[in-house]
């Protein structure tokens, strides 16, 4: 069994920035996809980032230019740097793992979330 950890949330101001972490433990297996998603008040949870263990990113259009995603293998971390934050990303994120089994066999994993909140 996978379990993920998210650090690094919290109260910030408009155009602060924020680094999140996501530590993955258990038997994880080795092609994979990490991400972040995340979820406002009254809205579905929608995907930020992703990075796949070859390391190529996708981001969604929003946070494009002002958040990077990036990750350690060899410590099963998943990082989001998130910079010129707007009130507009106030939400819970969310550390996704995503598991290529074999056989079209997908794993997939979710943390329990942390509150980023942008307001002055």
């Known amino acids: 069994q996978v379990q993920l950890v998210e650090s690094g949330g919290g109260l910030v101001q408009p155009g602060g920035s924020l680094r999140l972490s996501c530590v993955a433990s258990?038997?994880?297996?080795?092609?994979?996809?990490m991400g972040w998603y995340r979820q406002a008040p009254g809205k579905e949870r929608e995907l930020v980032a992703v990075?796949?263990?070859?390391?190529?990113?996708t981001y969604a259009d929003s946070v494009k230019g002002r958040f990077t995603i990036s990750r350690d293998n060899a410590k099963n971390t998943v990082y989001l740097q998130m910079n010129s934050l707007k009130a507009e990303d106030t939400a819970v994120y969310f550390c996704?793992?995503?598991?290529?089994?074999?056989?079209?066999?997908?794993?997939?994993?979710w943390g329990q979330g942390t509150q980023v909140t942008v307001s002055s």
């Open positions: 996704n793992l995503k598991e290529y089994l074999g056989g079209g066999i997908i794993r997939r994993s």
């Open positions: 258990g038997s994880i297996f080795s092609i994979n996809d």
């Open positions: 990075i796949t263990s070859g390391s190529s990113t």
